[in-house]
DNA sequence: ATTAGTTTGTGAACTAATTCACAAGCGCCA
DNA sequence: TGGCGCTTGTGAATTAGTTCACAAACTAAT
């Protein structure tokens, strides 16, 4: 399969969230001029977008709702349950923690790991945070798919290469630190510093 | 100025904090070839994404730290304190509000709306939930910058309308919604469900 | 002063992503 | 069955973004 932009499986997952909505709506299908307008593009892109799958469309019709709501569950691998360790038991670890939306999409938060002794035993939700160095040791029994990083910047490349030699292939990643890891290790950032400050790039740069 | 786009601003975010690294470590200068080994880019992507603003460096040293600091803070408007209010005081508005992150930076949360009865008039923090019927009017005296949206997916395009009303040029929208707003309105999406995707994603289509 | 060693700034070349534009397919109706 | 209206799927054209590659500028050393 060729390589797909990062942009465009934003926008599938994007497309995905619409169809749900829609499908509770009740209606059957839907035209991808309908479904850019909602996701604030062109039915070109759209179009395009699919076509790098498969064609799931009637022409004269659009697309039936819950064929392509299934086929983009599909192509976004949201089929399988996937198992999610969260490292750093800080803020944004316990928010993420207590976040439903991970389990809602079939992703189980099955263990908390933390550096610090104070933090180490504690009880969140059904979880215990353990220390991180028992992280290589567990990921053997528990198989983890994906690990959400989220510990003090400083600390994180260490715990990027735990991670990477527990053979976890996908993080996504909290702190303000670009993750070095091998190839086959997929790395998702999420940085909110950097979001308000394309806010206020904005409204600094406003008309010129 | 022409139009810079979004990658660039956010490598400039990305840069920015790499130099405050560096300047607590007390290093004078930086070249764009070690900045762009930070940022995993080039060091001619580097280059080009200063270029857009003046030249900072010298040739032969590189860049001077706190003078490109200084530079970028400027270009990306964290001069200044911004006025931000949260809507929404649900689960993430919460975790915002509590955020240190937003006031280091100077983004101070300065007020917070919903529209559940239950929740108005709670304290959180040193604020109160306000009904967000009282927004617009709020606005004219407090004149928000920026407005952080966290309420649920089905009230948003309505919220979204009375913060473009309320005159808000800015919005970080935490809903898995696509905003319509003005072409003068900016607007960062943050979508969790988004990020876990692509990482659902490049999992289930590994070497294919 | 000259040379060697760096590193910037930037056109030009290239690569990637988006949009255009239209033939082909489908449903509906007469 | 034939024609009309609509919508897909996709090459081609366009636009945007990245990388190359090199002259120019600077430091340090001799």
Redesign the pocket.
């Given at each position: 399969m060729k390589?797909i932009?990062?942009?465009?499986v934003r926008r599938l997952s994007l497309y995905l969230s619409f169809l749900e909505g829609i499908d509770r709506q009740g209606l059957k299908t839907i035209?991808?001029?309908e479904l850019a307008r909602l996701g604030g593009?062109?039915?070109?892109?759209v179009?395009?977008d699919?076509?790098l799958f498969g064609?799931?469309?009637?022409?004269?019709?659009?697309?039936s709702v819950p064929e392509l709501s299934g086929k983009l569950r599909e192509i976004l691998g949201l089929g399988k349950q996937w198992r999610v360790c969260i490292i750093g038991a800080g803020k944004i670890g316990a928010a993420l923690a207590r976040y439903r939306g991970f389990a809602e999409r079939g992703f189980n938060v099955t263990a908390v790991y933390d550096s610090d002794e104070a933090k180490i035993g504690k009880r969140w939700e059904n979880l215990t945070v353990r220390p991180i160095s028992e992280l290589e040791k567990d990921a053997t029994k528990q198989d983890f798919d994906i690990a959400v990083v989220a510990t003090p910047a400083e600390n994180t490349p260490a715990v990027a290469k735990q991670v990477v030699r527990a053979g976890i292939k996908a993080i996504l990643n909290f702190a303000p630190v670009q993750l070095s890891v091998p190839s086959d290790v997929t790395v998702r950032n999420v940085n909110m510093a950097m979001e308000l400050e394309g806010l206020s790039f904005a409204l600094s740069n406003r008309g010129e």
């Open positions: 390589r932009a990062e942009s465009t035209s991808s001029d593009t062109t039915s070109a892109q179009r395009k699919l076509s064609s799931f469309g009637k022409r004269g019709l659009g697309y």
